[in-house]
C-alpha cells in the first residue's frame, strides 16, 4: 500500500495494510499500527508510535525534535493510541527528559494546525479544533473540548468534560465538568450539554452544579470550599474527581466570572 514516490526507512515497522500516499517521509524507528492512513506530504520522525485506524492529513509533521532549549538530544518518543484523526499540518514533538514522551490517547480528533508541545498527555475523546496551541506539558483529559485558536500555558491541565471557548488564554487549570470562557479566562457554568450527551442523569448534573456553586458562587476560597464540600457532600466519583482536581493543581484553578 505504499506509493513508490514516498520514502519509508527499511528498519520502520509498518502493519501489512496500512495505507502511505506520495511524497510521505517515515524515518527509522518508528511504529504503525493496522488499518492506519498517511496522507501525502506527512513526515514522520524517530521515536513514533502510531496505533490503529488513524487517519493522518497532509503535511502533518510527528515525532520532531522539542522546541525546547533544554533539550540535549535525549531519547524520546511519541505515542499516538488508536482511532486518531490528525488534521493537516498538525504538529506533534517528541518528550524531554521531564517525562520521556508525549501522549495521545484513543478516539482523538485534532484539526488542522493544532500543536502538541514536549511532554504534553492528551486523553481520550478529545478534541482540540483548528490551530489550538499546546505548550510543554499541558495535560488534557477524557472528552475534554478546546476551542479554536486556543492557547493553552505550560504545565497547564484541563480536566475531563471541559470546554473551552475559541480563541481563549489558558493561564490556569480548568477543573472538570465546567465551560469556560471570557478574558481573563473564567468558569461560566457546567458543561450541562455535553454531560447529557455522555449519559450523565439529572441527578448527577444538579450534584456537579452544586459541587461549583460552593467554589464560584458563595464567596470562599478555594480551601474553604474544598473543605465544605468534603465535610456536608457524600463521596461520589465526580465529587472525588473534581476535589481531587483542586487539590492537585499546580498552578490554581481559574476563577469565577463575576460581571461589573
Not at 533539550?71 to 499540518?89: A, H
Not at 475531563?160 to 488564554?169: A, D, F, K, R
Request: hydrophobic share 40%.
Amino acid at each position: 500500500m505504499k506509493q513508490p514516490l514516498a520514502y519509508v526507512h527499511p528498519d520502520a515497522k509498518i502493519a501489512d495494510n496500512v495505507v502511505i500516499e506520495p511524497f510521505v517521509s517515515i524515518d527509522h524507528d518508528v511504529v504503525i499500527g493496522e488499518g492506519t492512513r498517511i496522507g501525502s506530504s506527512v513526515t514522520i520522525l524517530p521515536g513514533t508510535r502510531i496505533g490503529k485506524n488513524c487517519k493522518i492529513f497532509p503535511g502533518a509533521v510527528i515525532g520532531a525534535v522539542p522546541q525546547d532549549l533544554k533539550f540535549k538530544g535525549e531519547y524520546s518518543t511519541v505515542e499516538i493510541g488508536d482511532n486518531n484523526t490528525i488534521r493537516e499540518f498538525v504538529t506533534i514533538n517528541r518528550g524531554t527528559t521531564a517525562k520521556g514522551k508525549t501522549v495521545v490517547g484513543n478516539n482523538n480528533l485534532i484539526m488542522a494546525y493544532v500543536h502538541i508541545a514536549h511532554d504534553c498527555v492528551v486523553g481520550n475523546n478529545v478534541i482540540l479544533v483548528n490551530s489550538t496551541q499546546l505548550a510543554g506539558e499541558v495535560c488534557i483529559d477524557d472528552w475534554a473540548i478546546i476551542g479554536g485558536m486556543t492557547a493553552i500555558h505550560q504545565f497547564c491541565r484541563i480536566g475531563s468534560h471541559v470546554m473551552i471557548s475559541g480563541g481563549s488564554l489558558v493561564r490556569k487549570d480548568v477543573p472538570p465538568f465546567i465551560k469556560a470562557g471570557r478574558e481573563p479566562l473564567s468558569y461560566v457554568g457546567i458543561n450541562s450539554i455535553g454531560l447529557r450527551r455522555r449519559n450523565f442523569n439529572n441527578d448527577k448534573i444538579r450534584e456537579v452544579q452544586d459541587i461549583y456553586r460552593y467554589i464560584y458562587q458563595k464567596g470562599l476560597n478555594v480551601a474553604q470550599a474544598v473543605e465544605i464540600i468534603e465535610a456536608e457532600m457524600p463521596a461520589t466519583p465526580e465529587r472525588d474527581e473534581v476535589l481531587l482536581f483542586v487539590k492537585d493543581s499546580k498552578r490554581g484553578v481559574i476563577r469565577g466570572y463575576f460581571p461589573d
